[in-house]
């Protein structure tokens, strides 16, 4: 069947879906503001929505009143009007069913994707922690919010299949995750824009990903290097008097972009060159070149496993004993690799608690009851899981729909400092009020959640971080970062 896209005339929107509306009596078109013109509380009620999308088309589709505002968006297959279509001229659409069977979105479901190879734990326990709270303050549509975890590896063709699979056979309609920067890449571009399927990473933090995504469905709760970190680190560098560094980073698009901001930031001289992680299993050759070009200190952009082998190797060989270190190496695992002689005292940057609040307060407390435990401390990916997951609830409820695209509309709506105040504790109230039509403001566990056009960080804190004698992450300053100044 052709998909026919046309103009937003009102008779044309009017005309695609008029053949399966011909047993309905009562119809309304939608107002810009999504209120109806002509005022109904009869549960026949339907209208037709319509959109304007970025490349001229109009997208419509039809709504049904239920006892507690509209049901979702039911769109047929075709269902876009093209823009040089005929004036005056009907167009169709693909039949849709409007049986009590489409009647209201179904529970919302959002799924963790986590890498295997990172530390999964603690960022699942957020992740069910969201969703219990979710459901505790009355849920998604006055129903429960369905979580699902899915495990990856680094293979992407995996990666791709089963991100589609969540989202074609199981009903997935929003992402936390995924886990590292790579594979963010490839499920924002692949899978996010093409099904539109929003996706809020708590720790991909490439450069990269800024403008990946054309559709705009993918946003984070961590900060990108190339605002945060790779500045900090550059200029913690040269406080502590260096002039000349090595970079080793990780060969992914997360230490390649780290990587980069660092060396553009850093005011100095800089060698960088790239880790093979996946294969590599000495740098000793890497090391090597840095010290040969006369750096004084050694930045390791890289996880725990390759952290672990560049700075025993430089301490071994006697090349550096002077090292900064970037998020990826915040890992228990790290200090247990090195020993604590070695490993207490190592320093580097990472994106970190602001000023405790309300949020956070809330989110430990929960943590702790729940698992027993707090959280790991100041590791910011915990909570920012959990901020994602918050605000993909309360961007559904804004919606009122499953739908992808009118989730992604909303993400910005419910956090850019409008509306009633939200915590994670008043979440109750914050549902309660999107189920009203009122707008919100949601602050987070982390920080506050104000968006960019590219669904980056507009306001966020960078830790700088060294391991105590014990293994614990002690946070030794905080530098706050506001972006839409």
């Not at 002039?243 to 972009?257: F, H, K, N, P, S």
């Not at 020993?339 to 949020?359: K, R, V, Y």
Request: proline content about 5%.
């Amino acid at each position: 069947m052709k998909i026919y896209r046309f103009r937003p005339a009102i008779l044309a929107m009017a005309g695609l879906i008029v053949l399966v509306l011909a047993t309905l009596a009562i119809w309304q078109v939608a107002g810009v503001d999504g209120q109806s013109r002509t005022s109904s509380e009869t549960s026949g009620d339907v209208r037709i929505a319509v959109r304007k999308l970025d490349d001229g088309r109009t997208e419509v589709a039809l709504q049904r009143r239920q006892s507690e505002g509209w049901s979702d968006r039911i769109a047929p297959d075709a269902r876009f009007l093209p823009v040089d279509a005929e004036l005056g001229r009907w167009y169709r659409s693909s039949p849709v069913p409007v049986g009590e069977q489409s009647v209201g979105p179904g529970p919302l479901k959002i799924a963790l994707l986590q890498t295997i190879h990172g530390a999964p734990v603690e960022r699942r326990q957020a992740f069910k922690l969201a969703i219990a709270d979710i459901n505790q303050a009355g849920g998604v549509f006055g129903q429960p919010v369905i979580g699902v975890i899915a495990d990856f590896n680094l293979d992407e063709e995996f990666i791709v299949a089963s991100a589609k699979r969540l989202v074609e056979e199981d009903g997935v309609h929003v992402f936390v995750g995924p886990t590292f920067s790579s594979s963010s890449l490839i499920i924002s571009q692949q899978v996010s824009n093409p099904l539109r399927i929003p996706t809020i990473s708590p720790s991909a933090s490439s450069p990269e990903l800024t403008t990946a995504d054309p559709g705009d469905y993918f946003f984070r709760t961590t900060p990108s290097d190339g605002a945060g970190q790779g500045v900090i680190l550059a200029d913690y560098a040269q406080e502590q008097g260096h002039e000349r560094i090595g970079v080793l980073y990780r060969d992914d698009a997360y230490g390649q972009g780290l990587a980069d901001e660092v060396v553009q930031a850093f005011d100095g001289e800089a060698i960088s060159l790239p880790l093979d992680h996946v294969n590599g299993t000495s740098f000793l050759a890497e090391i090597g070149q840095v010290a040969a070009d006369g750096a004084t200190v050694l930045l390791v952009l890289g996880c725990w496993k390759e952290s672990a082998t560049v700075i025993s190797e430089s301490l071994e060989s006697g090349l550096f004993d002077q090292f900064l270190l970037g998020d990826c190496a915040q890992s228990p695992n790290l200090f247990n690799a090195l020993g604590s002689e070695i490993a207490t005292g190592l320093t580097g940057a990472a994106p970190s608690f602001g000023e405790q609040n309300d949020s956070t307060r809330f989110f430990v407390a929960g943590f702790t009851e729940m698992w027993g435990q707090p959280p790991t401390a100041n590791v910011t990916f915990v909570p920012s899981v959990y901020d994602a997951t918050i605000a993909a609830a309360l961007a559904a409820q804004a919606a009122q729909s499953t739908d992808g695209a009118a989730i992604r509309d909303q993400l910005r709506e419910v956090s850019n400092g409008e509306g009633i105040s939200v915590s994670a504790d008043r979440l109750r109230a914050g549902l309660n009020a999107l189920a009203q039509g009122q707008a919100v403001d949601y602050t987070g566990a982390v920080s506050s959640l104000d968006w960019d056009e590219h669904g980056d960080l507009l306001r966020f804190t960078i830790g700088i971080w060294q391991f105590g004698a014990d293994g614990e992450i002690e946070i030794i300053r905080r530098v706050p970062v506001d972006l839409s100044e």
